[in-house]
């Protein structure tokens, strides 16, 4: 039965390596989303630094659009983030 006061990390390897902090995660009202910024919102959900509701709240994305960033990670690394180069990724 899982416990429903397990503690999360107060930091997680971040997709650079570097300890990741809730302080370095992209503030609540970005709207212009580079790959970098992308990348530190897959690494802290996928690290159990935030959960994916709390991102989706805090960035008001949709499931399906970090879903599709978690994909273009695992698939083709970083670069597959690019927007400008969607079509090549895909």
């Known amino acids: 039965m899982p416990n429903s006061f397990t503690q999360k990390p107060v930091y997680i390897p ?6 990741l902090t809730i302080a370095d995660l992209p503030p609540k009202n970005t709207k212009r989303w580079v790959i970098r910024r ?9 690290g159990g630094l935030i ?3 709390e991102a989706c709240e805090r960035y008001t994305l949709t499931v399906e659009e970090f879903m599709s960033w ?5 698939t083709h690394g970083l670069p597959g983030l690019r927007t ?3 079509q ?3």
């Open 84 to 86: 400008t180069r969607l």
């Open 38 to 46: 992308k990348a530190i919102v897959v690494a802290a959900i996928d």
């Open 51 to 53: 959960s994916l509701d």
């Open 14 to 19: 971040g997709p650079d390596g570097s300890p």
């Open 88 to 90: 090549h990724y895909r």
């Open 70 to 74: 978690q994909h273009s990670i695992e």
